[in-house]
């Protein structure tokens, strides 16, 4: 019988519970039970087309330390992470580092650079828009610095579509008409590519977040981290924030998704009067 046509094999509790335990360790993704039947189905698809016949021999392969397992890996956290994003998701979130921005234009207080993250940036909409609002500060002030945009995720197929940087129509339904004139083009298929002057702009790297103490030993103006942290323990969400201080320069920005974050508080980080937009300032 085709692999096709087979019944899907049941994953056991135990077997969730030792797959759940793995992506945990790993990525610092949590899984609920209610997820069960979804994560049977995705590991199902991968293993059927490694060759492997149940889900204890495949485990066995991908939990192994070789390359071949750690590429198989890479595949299977692919098709498990949440991908979801959109232009200006949480647009006060983005206004938010333009009036932050051009507040440094306007008290000439910037470095020689300025330099944004952003982290778990899906297929690239986040970071995009994140261009799209530092390119308009500098463009106004008519001054030409050097800026970028470094964009992170775990997912290799979220990154190779960040750096296509061509979206449906659907996608691009936030962004704005000006914005879209400025700042997207419209491709014979009907598609829209982000302007290259953008495009060059944002660097997308594979990384993963619970290693952020091995992140680039930088140190960037603002830190953006929406609709990740959420799927990780309250404990991880802390340590990934106290790690990410680090890296911001004194007077750097860090925003997280409004309400990702209930208990985190840091001696040199100090939250914003914000109510729509969960923002917290360096100190020091
Ligand atoms: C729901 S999307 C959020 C995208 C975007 N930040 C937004 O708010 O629209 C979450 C992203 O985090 C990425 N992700 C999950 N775990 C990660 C990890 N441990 N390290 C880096 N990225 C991760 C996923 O691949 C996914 O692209």
């Not at 986040?126 to 992170?152: K, Q, R, W």
């Not at 992140?215 to 942290?229: A, K």
Request: glycine share 4%.
């Amino acid at each position: 019988m085709a692999w096709s046509l087979r019944t899907l094999p049941t994953l056991s509790e135990d077997q969730f519970l030792q797959w759940g335990k793995l992506l945990e360790e790993r990525t610092g993704i949590q899984l609920v039970f209610q997820q069960k039947a979804w994560l049977e189905s995705q590991i199902y698809a991968r293993l059927r087309d490694m060759g492997y016949s149940d889900y204890d021999s495949y485990y066995l392969f991908v939990a192994e330390e070789s390359i071949d397992s750690k590429l198989e890996w890479a595949r299977l956290v692919d098709r498990i992470a949440v991908k979801e994003t959109s232009f200006f998701r949480h647009r006060e979130s983005i206004e938010y580092v333009r009036n932050y921005l051009q507040q440094k234009i306007n008290n000439q207080s910037l470095h020689d650079s300025f330099d944004v993250w952003s982290l778990g940036c899906a297929t690239g909409e986040e970071a995009y828009s994140l261009a799209m609002v530092v390119n308009d500060c500098f463009e106004l002030a008519a001054i030409n610095p050097y800026y970028g945009i470094t964009a992170l995720d775990i997912s290799p197929s979220a990154l190779a579509a960040g750096r296509k940087a061509r979206y449906s129509k659907r996608r691009v339904e936030q962004v704005k008409l000006d914005e879209v004139k400025r700042y997207l083009q419209v491709c014979a298929d009907g598609s829209f590519e982000v302007v290259s002057k953008l495009r060059d702009r944002v660097c997308f790297t594979q990384s993963n977040i619970i290693n952020a103490r091995q992140l680039p030993q930088v140190q960037v103006d603002v830190i953006f981290c929406q609709n990740l942290l959420v799927y990780f323990r309250r404990w991880l969400r802390r340590d990934v924030l106290n790690a990410l201080v680090e890296r911001l320069k004194p007077g750097g920005l860090l925003i997280v998704g409004l309400g990702e974050v209930m208990d985190w508080e840091h001696p040199d980080m100090q939250r914003t009067n914000e109510d729509q937009v969960q923002a917290y300032i360096r100190q020091r």
